[in-house]
């Protein structure tokens, strides 16, 4: 985040996918001590937030990114953390819609799920 932003004058996003209220004002207190924040955009679905909340999460920082890259014409770094709660608030959302869940124990769309996210992720010509 520091070397996009310092470097190359690039915008850094982070989604924070079931960040804990700690982790997240540390890491905005950290962040300003380095200079950095004002070339961040940052949002958060805590862990005490439902399901689907911290699902769309990662898509929402994705959507930040993108207007970043293609309307502001940017360099940007997406920063995703934790994918794993991101498939795990997918979970979740699934089993309160009564979905049947793989053999594994994850839902049923999880690689869909995956699959959106991923395809929307990359460079354009002229910016990353």
């Known amino acids: 985040i520091y ?4 470097n190359f004058g690039g915008t850094s996003v982070f989604a924070g996918v079931g960040e804990r209220t700690r982790e ?8 300003d001590e380095a200079g950095v924040l ?3 955009a940052l949002v958060f679905g ?11 999460i990662a ?19 997406l920063f995703i953390d934790n994918i794993f709660r991101f498939s ?3 979970s979740e959302v699934s089993t ?14 999880l690689a869909d799920e995956m699959g959106q996210l991923q395809e929307r992720i990359t460079s354009t010509r002229g910016h990353s």
């Open 24 to 31: 997240g004002n540390d890491l905005i207190n950290e962040m």
């Open 96 to 109: 309160l819609l009564g979905r049947m869940p793989s053999a594994v124990g994850y839902q049923p769309n």
């Open 59 to 77: 898509l929402t920082g994705l959507t930040m990114a993108e207007y970043f890259r293609d309307v502001q014409n940017q360099d940007v770094l």
């Open 3 to 6: 070397r996009i932003a310092h």
């Open 38 to 40: 004002k070339d961040t």
């Open 88 to 90: 795990q608030a997918g």
């Open 46 to 56: 805590q862990m005490d937030e439902p399901p689907g909340t911290r699902l769309r």
